[in-house]
């Protein structure tokens, strides 16, 4: 009896173990398949994958050197201004640019150019701030030109390489005389991932190209708001002289 027992366990042992094994080998081919690399599957999208990743990898360099470089600049000390005021009111002006000197940021530098032509005209004194502060502004915006090109040259490369996944399955029906899906997909997926890296790049560049401008924007509106209360400051007829 216990003899036929095990003859019938036997066979359901077997279909467990194999019911087993199959699992492990299509876990295995899942493996294999998640291991693919992504690279791999990126560079299929055809010629224009190339490009596209030399822009991806010239943007994230701009956007990286562009915001240490702005965030640098643009850092002030919020009592700088207060102090200066408080020198001049006593007419303390070496000080006073001694304070914008310790500084080196491009708010610093657009008092210090006021500071310095003290005792000329309100006007030429507001016109050398102003001055200051566009060359400030032009440094800050180097290279920002390269976002904005590559934002929109980005998208174009990836219609082009969508242009030519099309191209490619209609030249190849038309030379092999074969409509299945494994023409049209072949064509297909290589014109999607170029499209798709494309508009990928094209939005880091775009985000990144308005974020310094928003930066920007925001150091000139600074700049002049400073301006307007050092020119306050040195028209008070109570301040040393």
């Not at 690399?37 to 994958?49: A, E, Q, R, V």
Request: net charge neutral; proline share 2%.
């Amino acid at each position: 009896m216990f003899l036929n027992f095990l003859l019938q366990a036997a066979p359901v042992t077997d279909s467990l173990a194999n019911a087993a094994n199959t699992a492990a080998a299509a876990t295995t081919d899942v493996s294999v398949t998640e291991n693919v690399s992504y690279l791999d599957f990126l560079l299929k999208g055809g010629i224009m994958i190339y490009p596209l990743i030399a822009l991806l990898f010239f943007c994230v360099y701009v956007i990286i050197e562009r915001y240490l470089s702005i965030k640098k600049t643009t850092k002030t000390d919020p009592n700088m201004l207060s102090e200066i005021k408080m020198q001049l009111k006593t007419g303390r002006i070496d000080n006073a640019l001694m304070l914008c000197s310790r500084e080196n940021t491009a708010s610093a530098n657009v008092l210090r150019s006021g500071i310095s032509i003290i005792g000329r005209p309100i006007g030429e004194i507001e016109s050398v701030m102003e001055q200051t502060a566009n060359v400030e502004i032009a440094q800050m915006e180097k290279g920002l030109g390269y976002l904005g090109l590559i934002s929109g040259v980005a998208p174009i490369l990836g219609f082009i390489g969508t242009i030519s996944g099309v191209i490619k399955i209609f030249h190849t029906i038309s030379t092999t005389g074969n409509l299945n899906i494994q023409t049209i997909s072949g064509g297909l997926y290589e014109k999607m991932i170029s499209s798709g890296a494309g508009l990928v790049v094209g939005v880091i560049a775009y985000c990144g190209y308005h974020l310094f401008n928003m930066m920007v924007d925001r150091f000139t509106l600074q700049a002049q708001r400073q301006t307007l209360e050092l020119i306050n400051v040195i028209q008070d007829p109570g301040h040393g002289n």
